[in-house]
């Protein structure tokens, strides 16, 4: 196993670290109080009680009520909801308006559903990740039943005017489904005024443990369960609660509405420091991304002439952790969907690198990050110089 004292860990939009803080509020729920919350008895109210309370910190968070809150799965869950939700109350609304630099979540959903008679607009971005509001709202149209768009971008960082997306959807009369997973936490969220009428979290993206999200219902929008069963969070999700991840969601919640105080400077600044640094020492560098518009702790960097996955593999001899485009592409060799949707190069794609940075990343790992990137990228690029300067091999000769 890989000692995790040894990491330095820059991949904090693929998962995050459960905060020591959290871990203890869930043991509990893991050992002595293992009632069901549906139960009549106080075994079983007890846990309940835990899990109401959850949903006030979560609520908390995103300055809504705690009745607005569903906990699921995951963030993937939350999105397939909101959207399939959506295309249940019309059948003469099967159109979906999304964005074509959305998480697989929703991607992969809409692809999936056009395979079925729904049709989906992909509204492009600019170079720097930048939406087009107008061709978002030209997109809408009679049989439009949603539009998704996410919050914050998980590979460049970019964020999206989200009040003025949901301005749209209100004066066109349409839902408005949010995938907010790389905003909770990193920037403040108030919902009480908004029109949003959906909203997607998930708890590993805060410092929560993995396997389970939320989605945000407001009042005022209509909604179909995806799951059908028992009568957990109101008839609106089926299925015997995750109990203890519950609780330790809304502790991760509570931590972030106290941290969202102070840690969004800090990490900005180590993220700062770390691109100044990376640009000043290695040439041919560009920073993708609408740089005034974006997460503070995210580094969306193309490196001329390097193949990030070679990249990845000798950052990870040096027990640095990062991503070349998003974690849930890796494997595949597909070059970034979000990095081409802004225009780069097949080639240039494949040359870049994802550091996003978190709550316990040190000054001490921002030096040593600096100083292992440029190694790796220096190391690269003379390997690469030496191989293209070889003689070319012959053909060996077909059997
Ligand atoms: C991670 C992520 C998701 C998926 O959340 P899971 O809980 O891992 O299913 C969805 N959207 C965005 C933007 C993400 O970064």
Redesign the pocket.
Request: with cysteine; charged share 20%; net charge negative.
């Given at each position: 196993m890989i000692v995790p004292e040894k990491i330095i860990y820059l991949d904090h939009?693929?998962?995050t670290p459960l905060d020591p803080a959290v871990l203890e509020e869930m043991l509990p729920f893991l050992t002595t109080y293992y009632g069901n919350p549906s139960s009549a008895y106080r075994f079983g109210a007890q846990v309940r009680s835990a899990i109401d309370l959850a949903r006030e910190r979560v609520a908390m968070l995103l300055g809504c009520e705690p009745g607005e809150i569903i906990f699921t799965s995951?963030?993937?869950?939350s999105?397939n909801t909101a959207i399939r939700s959506a295309l249940q109350l019309d059948p003469k609304r099967q159109h979906i308006v999304t964005t074509a630099v959305?998480?697989s979540?929703?991607l992969r959903l809409c692809g999936e559903l056009a395979k079925r008679g729904s049709t989906v607009t992909y509204v492009p971005v600019d170079s720097d990740g930048n939406l087009d509001l107008d061709e978002l709202e030209r997109a809408v149209t009679s049989e439009t039943a949603i539009i998704s768009a996410?919050w914050?971008?998980?590979e460049s960082g970019v964020l999206f005017p989200i009040e003025k997306i949901a301005e749209i959807a209100r004066r066109k009369r349409v839902i408005f489904h949010c995938?907010a997973?790389?905003a909770a936490g990193k920037l403040p969220i108030s919902l009480r005024h908004s029109t949003i009428n959906f909203l997607?979290l998930?708890?590993?993206?805060l410092y929560g443990p993995?396997?389970v999200?939320a989605l945000y219902l407001s009042r005022r929008a209509p909604f179909r369960p995806l799951l059908f069963g028992g009568s957990q969070e109101n008839g609106r999700r089926a299925g015997t609660e995750n109990v203890a991840s519950i609780v330790g969601f809304g502790k991760a919640a509570e931590r972030a509405v106290e941290a969202l105080r102070t840690e969004p400077d800090r990490i900005r600044q180590m993220r700062d420091q770390f691109e100044a640094a990376i640009i000043a020492a290695i040439p041919d560098v560009t920073v993708n991304g609408n740089l005034k518009e974006r997460l503070p702790n995210t580094s969306s960097l193309t490196f001329d002439g390097i193949q990030s996955g070679a990249a990845l593999m000798m950052l990870d001899q040096s027990n640095l952790c990062c991503s070349a485009g998003?974690a849930c592409h890796t494997g595949s060799l597909q070059a970034s969907h979000v990095l081409r949707a802004m225009g780069l190069s097949e080639e240039r794609a494949r040359g870049s690198l994802r550091f996003s940075f978190g709550r316990f990343n040190t000054a001490t790992e921002v030096g040593k990050a600096i100083a292992i990137v440029t190694a790796t990228i220096a190391k690269m690029r003379r390997l690469n110089a030496l191989s293209s300067n070889l003689p070319e091999r012959k053909p060996v000769p077909a059997l």
């Open positions: 939009n693929a998962t995951c963030g993937t869950e999105n959305e998480h979540a929703i996410m914050a971008n998980n995938d997973v790389q997607s998930s708890a590993h993206k993995k396997g999200g998003s």
